[in-house]
């Protein structure tokens, strides 16, 4: 079995967007074991689909469709759909009751036009779209004398594309579904270390063929475990996914900082809130990334009193009107001073500073490789550690700025732990 994907869209083929679902796609059937053999990218032509997709399903036997479901005259795939079944398309009423509750609830009319949106070829079956207007489409295409090809046709924006495919799609195209099965999935965060490492703490956990299956993705350091459990019923695969957690939790330790879609800045702003502390940031490397994290999470006005952004270390300490310190002491000893003027400047329980970009740190330690200084201050002090930070620079922003709010949090974790001696 294997699986095929098509990309539709003229901005993807002119090159004006580069075409990342298919990518994700991808990543996500490896997950599942599923093998990719086709990616296809084609522009708004009827015919150039209709060609497509006929190939497609001749060859593959699982087809992901990404784009071509809006409401204007350029979104084809349903009428492609209908001409390759050779059907026609039909209204789908509960489909345009739910869009237009959509549209209802934002006090907007809706356009004549998005009733195409719940339209489907006669045999298809609406996908619900949890994050936007038009439902995706999924079919079972007859083969003579093979097993149908099972396609599914989702929207363009990766946001809707991927909630549905996670929700929707994957459950109808895995073996194990085909097979009657219910199918459960978990995601574990963990941050810290890198993906070998990793594999080498969870041992037979991620073992091709392990029921359930654990896949391991990396995204900009940070590393998920995605568990998948199939079973005869919901409560017994949850049971194997609990049952699989602990183990994950066990082998990794204070890797494991969350789960689903939880990102360090979540679980670091949950920790201030819980334990009644705030936060204030001095960032040079980062550019302004770390604030901007913890600034996107909901509640943090209750514990983030605010940071700076400067082009070095000692532009933030002249903000912070520190500006007399003597360059004299070693790196680290100047990055504790800065984070602790933080902490004093804004009023915070908690500082964390983030130096600039350099070679050369310690006068006694000189290092080649490029590497920046976090510093983190706090009631009982303040602690800097070095970061190596060779590698993509495009990665190299994020990675710093997440390893700063890794380092408050295993700070936090501790004092949660000697809280609830
Ligand atoms: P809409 O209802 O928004 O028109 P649609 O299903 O018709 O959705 P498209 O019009 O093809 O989808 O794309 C919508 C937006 O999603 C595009 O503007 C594009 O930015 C993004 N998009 C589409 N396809 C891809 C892709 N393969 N990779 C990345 N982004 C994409
Ligand atoms: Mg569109």
């Not at 237009?100 to 934002?106: D, E, L, Q, V």
């Amino acid at each position: 079995m294997h699986a095929e994907i098509i990309a539709i869209g003229t901005e993807l083929t002119t090159g004006a967007k580069l075409d990342t679902n298919s990518q994700w796609l991808s990543l996500e059937l490896q997950a599942q074991g599923i093998p990719v053999h086709y990616h296809v990218t084609v522009a708004d032509d009827l015919d150039a689909n209709l060609n497509v997709f006929r190939s497609a399903v001749e060859r593959s036997d699982i087809v992901l469709i990404s784009g071509g479901l809006g409401p204007t005259l350029d979104d084809l795939t349903r009428d492609v759909l209908a001409r390759l079944t050779d059907t026609r398309l039909v209204l789908h009423e509960p489909s345009l009751a739910i869009i237009r509750g959509m549209f209802a609830r934002r006090n907007r009319e809706m356009p004549p036009r998005n009733v195409v949106q719940a339209m489907f070829p006669i045999g298809a079956e609406p996908i619900p779209n949890r994050r936007g207007t038009a439902p995706g489409i999924y079919m079972e295409i007859p083969r003579a004398g093979r097993s149908p090809c099972r396609l599914a046709a989702m929207p363009g924006v990766p946001s809707e594309m991927q909630v549905m495919f996670q929700d929707d799609v994957l459950p109808r195209i895995t073996p194990a579904q085909a097979a009657g099965l219910v199918i459960r999935n978990a995601r574990v965060n963990c941050f810290g270390l890198g993906e070998s490492a990793a594999e080498q703490l969870l041992g037979d956990v991620t073992a091709r063929g392990r029921d359930p299956e654990v896949g391991i993705t990396v995204h900009e350091a940070t590393i998920t475990l995605r568990i998948v459990a199939s079973a005869a019923s919901v409560a017994a695969a949850l049971e194997k996914i609990a049952q699989t957690k602990k183990t994950i939790y066990e082998r990794m330790g204070e890797y494991a900082f969350g789960e689903e879609g939880d990102e360090l800045e979540h679980v670091v702003v949950r920790m201030l809130q819980e334990q009644s502390q705030t936060l204030a940031i001095a960032e040079s490397a980062t550019g302004g990334l770390l604030a901007h994290r913890v600034t996107s999470v909901a509640g943090h006005e209750l514990c983030f009193r605010g940071g700076l952004v400067a082009v070095d270390e000692a532009a933030a300490n002249a903000r912070l009107g520190q500006s007399g310190i003597a360059p004299s002491g070693t790196a680290h000893e100047r990055a504790c001073l800065l984070a602790e003027a933080c902490r004093r400047h804004f009023g915070a329980d908690w500082a964390l500073s983030v130096g600039q970009r350099s070679r050369n740190t310690d006068t006694e330690n000189a290092s080649e490789a490029p590497v920046v200084l976090l510093s983190l201050a706090g009631p009982d002090g303040a602690r800097a550690v070095e970061l190596n930070v060779a590698g993509d620079p495009a990665i190299v922003k994020s990675r710093v700025a997440k390893s700063a709010l890794n380092l408050l949090r295993l700070k936090l974790l501790k004092s949660q732990i000697s809280e609830s001696k």
